[in-house]
């Protein structure tokens, strides 16, 4: 079954905070020559980093920032269903 973590992470935050209004994005360093970019996105919750994520597309290194959030959270939350 394919995850969908950014969406994931949206249905956690709601729960947990009331809203997704605390999820925030930031671009970090993109390298790589221009056919083999690699791209790194950082989510905040609250201001606070809570992963990075690098990849050969946006929506790759967003998913897996969003992905380690999620575990963040998890270890944070442990008794919340997330």
Do not use: Q
């Not at 083999?36 to 290194?61: C, F, Q």
């Amino acid at each position: 079954m394919e995850t969908h973590p950014r969406h994931n992470l949206a249905i956690a935050c709601n729960l947990l905070f009331g809203g997704t209004h605390v999820i925030g994005w930031e671009e970090g360093d993109t390298t790589g020559p221009l056919h083999e970019t690699l791209h790194e996105w950082i989510v905040k919750l609250n201001g606070i980093e809570r992963g990075r994520g690098k990849g050969t597309s946006i929506k790759i290194a967003k998913n897996r920032a969003a992905a380690l959030a999620l575990e963040s959270l998890k270890n944070e939350y442990p008794d919340a269903v997330i």
